[in-house]
């Protein structure tokens, strides 16, 4: 269920397939997955989504179930709850630290990170672009949890300048762009 939607990149699929399943695992006679295995992906979705609120709402549910059925939610879908916190209180040095770990995401999960980080990424590029005209090379960083010459290919892209000498970066604002007329 959960790996075609990923391996889709279908996202709103899969957060609509998580909820709905959510919503019939308890009057389900066999379930195909356990409700815990749905947890990481369906957290994940939501980060996909920003949509943090219901990730926190969906939190609280799932402790509610882990108490009542006497689970232990996986370590995985802890994981993944940490980074959505992190997230939460803007702290991106840790939500790249968990997701850069491999060592966190099995392979059913593994293909959704890289989407999470470029979810994560092109709205922190939004966020920035209307809170700054220039920012320093130590803070993309911070903001972007990527190397040196990795975040100014990637910054490029987005219409941003880098200055070497002076190791900053000017953003280009929302809702401007190059007119090949002038």
């Not at 195909?32 to 549910?61: C, E, N």
């Not at 916190?85 to 999960?109: E, M, Q, R, V």
């Not at 890289?114 to 960083?141: F, G, P, Q």
Request: net charge negative.
């Amino acid at each position: 269920m959960i790996d075609a939607y990923i391996t889709e990149k279908d996202y709103t699929g899969l957060l609509n397939a998580c909820e709905e399943y959510e919503l019939k695992y308890d009057t389900l006679m066999t379930p195909i997955l356990p409700l815990t295995q749905v947890y990481t992906a369906y957290l994940g979705s939501y980060i996909i989504a920003d949509d943090l609120h219901s990730a926190r709402f969906l939190r609280k549910r799932m402790l509610i179930k882990a108490e009542t059925h006497q689970w232990a939610l996986e370590t995985e879908t802890e994981t993944m709850w940490q980074v959505c916190a992190a997230l939460w209180k803007t702290d991106y040095n840790a939500a790249y630290h968990f997701l850069n770990d491999p060592t966190h995401w099995s392979t059913l999960i593994t293909p959704m990170i890289s989407d999470i980080l470029e979810s994560i990424r092109e709205r922190v590029v939004l966020l920035l672009a209307k809170a700054y005209t220039t920012i320093t090379m130590d803070n993309v960083i911070s903001y972007f949890g990527m190397q040196e010459q990795d975040v100014v290919q990637a910054l490029s892209t987005k219409g941003w300048t880098y200055d070497s000498t002076t190791k900053t970066f000017t953003t280009k604002k929302l809702g401007t762009y190059d007119d090949p007329g002038d």
